[in-house]
């Protein structure tokens, strides 16, 4: 890749950072991976550069939504990044602003939908048991419930609270609400 093209990468990954918020590292390598116009590698290397550079701020921690196992880094443009994306945003061309503004919109989605669903468990206890706290801002409803169970299901758990949190929430809610039977 010639200069001029980790330049752009670089530029790229900026603007997507900065217009989609609370972008993990993640989300971000994998829209960029998907536009074709970088590789794992030159992704990485713009990427370190970035935040060699202080362009980049990562912050790194278990966010509660599953997205990697382990620690997930959140990515967030630095001053000095803003001021030069500010600089070289009006040199971009209509088909690129284009692409990048669709694909920061996408990533926005992304991070809203993530963020919604919430699942964190403790280590398991003398007992086996882990507390798992689980909550949800989906659909207008804010929930939240911690409970204890067996540390071998605490991966199925948490899997199954990503995937159908909304529907799990509407039938405790309602199964709540119902009128005793007369």
């Keep these: ?5 980790i330049s752009d990468g670089k530029i790229h990954i900026l603007y997507l950072v900065k217009h989609a ?3 993990s590292y993640q989300m971000l390598m994998d829209k960029c991976l998907e536009s074709l116009y970088l590789d794992f590698f030159n992704f990485s ?3 370190n550069e970035l935040i060699s550079g202080n362009l980049l701020d990562k912050e790194v921690g278990d966010t509660g939504t599953g997205e990697v196992i382990g620690s997930n ?3 967030k443009i630095t001053k000095g990044g803003e001021a030069i994306l500010e600089d070289v945003e009006s040199t971009l061309n209509l088909q690129t602003l ?4 669709k ?3 996408e990533l926005r989605q992304s991070v809203y939908e993530l963020n919604s669903v919430k ?4 280590p398991a206890d003398e007992d086996g048991m882990s507390l798992l706290t689980l909550s949800t801002i989906r659909d207008g409803r804010d929930f939240t419930c911690s409970f204890k169970v067996p540390s071998d ?3 199925q758990i948490l899997t199954r609270w990503r995937e159908q949190s909304t529907g799990l929430v509407e039938g405790f809610v309602d199964n709540l609400l119902k009128s005793d039977p007369e």
């Design 1 to 5: 890749m010639t200069q001029s093209e």
């Design 21 to 23: 918020p609370g972008v």
């Design 45 to 47: 290397r713009c990427y």
């Design 73 to 75: 880094e959140t990515i």
């Design 98 to 101: 284009g692409y990048l503004k």
């Design 103 to 105: 694909a920061a919109a």
């Design 119 to 122: 699942a964190f468990s403790t």
């Design 153 to 155: 299901k605490v991966d």
